[in-house]
């Protein structure tokens, strides 16, 4: 079993920077045997990938996030990373941690980015 527990939202201005942390706790091997990613969901619309990174550190990113977000993992903490810059207004929304297996899809609580002056 894995629990992911998001920190870090909160209230930003245009253009300001936040970095959302994802800590997992559970079987470690299951965490940095895979892939891991931030999700997005706003009101209205459906949840969206924005970030991945593999169990090797490569990441991808969502079109509308690249050059802005930059996702990465530290395994020794069993932790993985989004730092987000030159935040807009459309990048407010719940972000979420997912970590899929094999057997589960895991997802944390997640945590609420508002971007607004």
């Known amino acids: 079993q894995v629990q992911l527990v998001e920190s870090g939202g909160g209230l930003v201005q245009p253009g300001g920077s936040l970095r959302l942390s994802c800590a997992a706790s559970g079987n470690i091997f299951t965490i940095n045997d895979n892939a891991m990613g931030w999700y997005r969901q706003s009101p209205g619309k459906e949840r969206e990938l924005v970030a991945r990174?593999?169990?090797?550190?490569?990441?991808t990113y969502a079109d509308s996030v690249k050059g802005r977000f930059f996702i990465s993992r530290e395994n020794a903490k069993n932790t993985v990373y989004l730092q987000m810059n030159s935040l807009t207004p459309e990048d407010t929304a719940v972000y979420y941690c997912?970590?899929?297996?094999?057997?589960?899809?895991?997802w944390g609580q997640g945590t609420q980015v508002t971007v607004s002056s």
């Open positions: 990174i593999s169990r090797y550190g490569s990441p």
């Open positions: 997912n970590l899929p297996t094999s057997s589960n899809n895991y």
